[in-house]
């Protein structure tokens, strides 16, 4: 694996980490694709660095749990936004 590789990959899960942030948002922020990400995360620093790729995956299980959450919540500023639904 080429260094700048493994760079990016411990880069991201410290990312992850520190910021709680979704898959998503850590590609805008290193300009990598979800794809990449997620494999950064579950087999590159698996074998870089397994105890900081557990930490990694920790946040990116919590996140993917809540995610219904975010969607429903983002469906409803949209339509309140419109002017359909109201604040209850």
Known sequence: ???????R????ANFI?????TVRETAKKFG???STVHKDVTERLNKINP??????RKVLE?????RHIRGGLATKEKYMALGVLREQ
């Open 51 to 56: 105890k900081l790729a557990k930490e990694a």
């Open 9 to 12: 990959a411990i880069e991201v």
């Open 62 to 66: 919590i996140n993917k749990s809540e």
């Open 1 to 7: 694996m080429k260094a700048y590789i493994e760079e």
């Open 17 to 21: 980490i520190s910021s709680n942030a």
């Open 32 to 34: 990598i694709s979800k």
